[in-house]
């Protein structure tokens, strides 16, 4: 039996992490079926849904520092970690205060993955952060255990700094197999010096979700013009005026909403993609805030869902709108794949490369100069060549479904 470690897992509670870690256990287990997947988590205590896959979950090899912490505070948790996670790969030993799980998995593996999402970038105030180095240390200490290491469908950088640039380019150049799902990441990754990436679909547009039966997720009005909608809470890296940006963001949001209502006869609903593990990332907060932004006649045709749905759940749900317009990138793959015309508000880069990918940049919006005429008339664009937008998604999407699972099959050669 073959042994695959999945590492850099963040948590479940965010639907989008969820639907990377299922789909790649999907399709490694279609290509590798007697297979041992392990799946290393930031929060395994959330993670118990992958355990329905028949994978196992253990906590991750370097752990996170407390935000609550000063920056010194979290450099110095840190650095301790990387020391006694160095002595593990030098001598073999286990820090007392850890499981020996994760240290014997890395040790037994026949193949370690850095799961696919978009972590591996620095953010724009930092020189160096603790999340980079914390995700770069378990990839560095794969190749030092000289285990095979694969990146499975990555947005990889934008790495700001000349520092996060050399410690990106010293781990990443020790992979020889970097996959990647939009073509911006291999613009950011020449950037330091690293030239062998392959560009695949995001594993998402691989989950399968067949046999959800939304009756009992959502009571659709049939006879109206349903849209979902996911907001989140983004606090806008880099810029001065956080506050006011956000503000903008989110009336730009509500008068679509209205606009909708008042001009498609349309029911709204407003979906949490993710729902933790921390509050800045509960997306019903953000629902909330738009709920407080809209006048009080069109609240009726609007709906705030507060259920933790499952990934596979939404997506089911996703599929029965007519259209859809997402600020979490996940909720938009969930809705492409299943053939819903999408208008994507970009926070990141991957955004924005993914819609590029599919030939849809003209239904991209930027998070960060967002206005609520140009969002009026993106969603009014998308309406009127709703019919053309399913019929492109559903001639192109099974050709994306196919590129998704092209990691696994790179998986099983490496192995085999």
């Known amino acids: 039996m073959k042994k695959i470690l999945i590492i850099n897992a963040h948590s479940s509670k965010n639907k ?27 929060y395994p205590e959330d993670d118990d849904l992958y355990k329905e896959y028949g994978s196992e979950v253990v906590e991750q090899l370097t752990r996170f520092p407390n935000k609550n912490h000063s920056f010194f505070k979290r450099l110095t948790f840190l650095l301790k ?41 620095s953010h724009p105030k930092y020189h160096i952060e603790a999340s980079l180095i914390m995700h770069l240390a378990q990839i560095y200490f794969a190749t030092k255990l000289d285990k095979e290491v694969i990146t499975y469908s990555q947005s990889i950088g934008p790495f700001r700094s000349s520092l996060s640039k050399k410690i990106a380019n010293f781990v990443l150049k020790k992979v020889k197999n970097i996959t990647i799902r939009e073509d911006l990441s291999r613009t ?27 009756k009992e997720l959502i009571d659709l009005d049939q006879q109206k013009f349903n849209v979902g909608v996911t907001v989140r809470q983004w606090r806008f890296p880099g810029h001065e005026n956080v506050d006011q940006l956000y503000s903008n963001y989110i009336e730009a949001v ?12 349309a029911n709204v609903y407003l979906v949490p993609q993710v729902t933790g593990p921390t509050p800045i990332e509960d997306d019903r907060i953000s629902n909330s805030n738009v709920w407080g932004k809209l006048n009080d006649g069109v609240k009726g045709s609007v709906i705030m869902l507060d259920n933790d749905f499952t990934p ?18 996940h909720s938009n793959i969930f809705s492409l794949s299943s053939h819903v015309p999408t208008v994507a508000i970009a926070y990141e880069p991957k955004t924005t490369g993914i819609m590029k990918m599919l030939s849809l940049s003209d239904y991209v919006l930027d998070i960060n100069e967002i206005t609520t005429q140009d969002m009026l008339n993106t969603i009014d664009k998308c309406i009127a060549e709703k019919e053309n937008y399913r019929i492109d998604l559903t001639n192109k999407i099974p050709l994306i479904k196919d590129e998704a699972e092209k990691p696994a099959r790179m998986i099983k050669s490496l192995i085999s």
């Open 16 to 42: 989008g992490d969820a639907a990377i870690i299922i789909s790649m256990i999907q399709s490694i287990q279609k290509f590798i079926p007697n297979s041992q997947i392990i799946v290393s988590s930031r």
């Open 81 to 121: 970690e990387l020391r006694e996670v160095n002595r593990f790969v030098k001598k073999g030993i286990i820090p007392s205060t850890r499981s020996n799980d994760i240290f014997n998995y890395y040790k037994e593996a026949d193949i370690v993955v850095s799961c696919g999402g978009g972590f591996l970038y």
């Open 188 to 214: 950011f990754l020449n950037d330091i010096g690293i030239s062998n990436p392959v560009i695949v679909g995001d594993s998402a547009f691989s989950m399968i979700a067949d046999d959800i039966e939304t």
């Open 254 to 265: 509500a008068k679509s909403i209205e606009h909708l209502v008042n001009n498609y006869n």
């Open 312 to 329: 596979q759940e939404l997506k089911a749900i996703y599929s029965k709108f007519n259209i859809f317009i997402g600020t979490r990138m």
